[in-house]
T-cell receptor
Framework: KQEVTQIPAALSVPEGENLVLNCSFTDSAIYNLQWFRQDPGKGLTSLLLIQSSQREQTSGRLNASLDKSSGRSTLYIAASQPGDSATYLC????????????FGQGTILTVHP | NAGVTQTPKFQVLKTGQSMTLQCAQDMNHEYMSWYRQDPGMGLRLIHY???????DQGEVPNGYNVSRSTTEDFPLRLLSAAPSQTSVYFC???????????????FGPGTRLTVL
C-alpha cells in the first residue's frame, strides 16, 4: 500500500526566505507526482506535476524535484511572499488504474511580513 | 468552462438520513473521483470512475455508493449517514485519452458535511 509523508507538518518563515517542503513515498512504482495548494476552506489547486520519467518541473518561483528511486520529492519556493501562505499537499499517482492519488497530510506554510 | 462543480456547499444531516452529493465537470474528462478530507488523515479516495458506466472502490468506500451514467456527472450517495461521515468531500476529474501520467487532476470546491 502506497503511503505518503510530508515534512514538516508546519512551517513559519519571514517574507523573502527560500524554503523547501519535503515529500516521501513508500512505493517507487509511480506514474506521476503532483503538488497542490489548498487555501483555508477552499479546494485544491494543482501547482506542478512531475511524470515518473522526469526529474523536475518549474513554474515561476516554484521548483519541484523527483527522485523516484529514493521515494522523495521536494518543493522549492523561492523568495516567499505572504500570499504563499497555504497548505501544500503532495500526491502520488500509482497502482494499476490511473486517476487515483495517494495524498500526504500536507505542510501548513505561513509567510509573515 | 465552469470546471468541476459540487453541490451543495454545506449540508447538515441527522444520523440515518440519506443524501446525494452532486459533482459535475464540463471538460469532457474521463476520470472522476471522490475524496474525503479529515483532520490528521489527509485526503482519502472513496470511489473513482475511469469512464461512463465504470466505477470502482477506493480506500474508504463503505457507506457510499456511486454511479456514472454520463461523462459529466459523478454523484456520491450516502446510504445511511453516520457521524463518522462528517467530513469535507472533494470531487476531482482528469483527462485520460492520451498519456494519463501527464494528466493534472482538477478539484471542485468541496462539500462540508456534518452528521449529527
Amino acid at each position: 500500500k502506497q503511503e505518503v509523508t510530508q515534512i514538516p507538518a508546519a512551517l513559519s518563515v519571514p517574507e523573502g526566505e527560500n524554503l523547501v517542503l519535503n515529500c516521501s513515498f513508500t512505493d517507487s512504482a509511480i506514474y506521476n507526482l503532483q503538488w497542490f495548494r489548498q487555501d483555508p476552506g477552499k479546494g485544491l489547486t494543482s501547482l506542478l506535476l512531475i511524470q515518473s520519467s522526469q526529474r523536475e518541473q518549474t513554474s515561476g518561483r516554484l521548483n519541484a524535484s523527483l527522485d523516484k528511486s529514493s521515494g522523495r520529492s521536494t518543493l522549492y519556493i523561492a523568495a516567499s511572499q505572504p500570499g504563499d501562505s497555504a497548505t501544500y499537499l503532495c500526491a502520488v499517482g500509482s497502482g494499476t488504474s490511473y486517476g487515483k492519488l495517494t495524498f500526504g497530510q500536507g505542510t501548513i506554510l505561513t509567510v509573515h511580513p | 468552462n465552469a470546471g468541476v462543480t459540487q453541490t451543495p456547499k454545506f449540508q447538515v444531516l441527522k444520523t440515518g438520513q440519506s443524501m446525494t452529493l452532486q459533482c459535475a465537470q464540463d471538460m469532457n474528462h474521463e476520470y472522476m473521483s471522490w475524496y474525503r478530507q479529515d483532520p490528521g488523515m489527509g485526503l482519502r479516495l472513496i470511489h473513482y470512475s475511469v469512464g461512463a458506466g465504470i466505477t470502482d472502490q477506493g480506500e474508504v468506500p463503505n457507506g457510499y455508493n456511486v454511479s456514472r451514467s454520463t461523462t459529466e456527472d459523478f454523484p456520491l450517495r450516502l446510504l445511511s449517514a453516520a457521524p463518522s461521515q462528517t467530513s469535507v468531500y472533494f470531487c476531482a476529474s482528469s483527462y485520460s485519452r492520451r498519456d494519463p501520467s501527464t494528466d493534472t487532476q482538477y478539484f471542485g470546491p468541496g462539500t462540508r458535511l456534518t452528521v449529527l
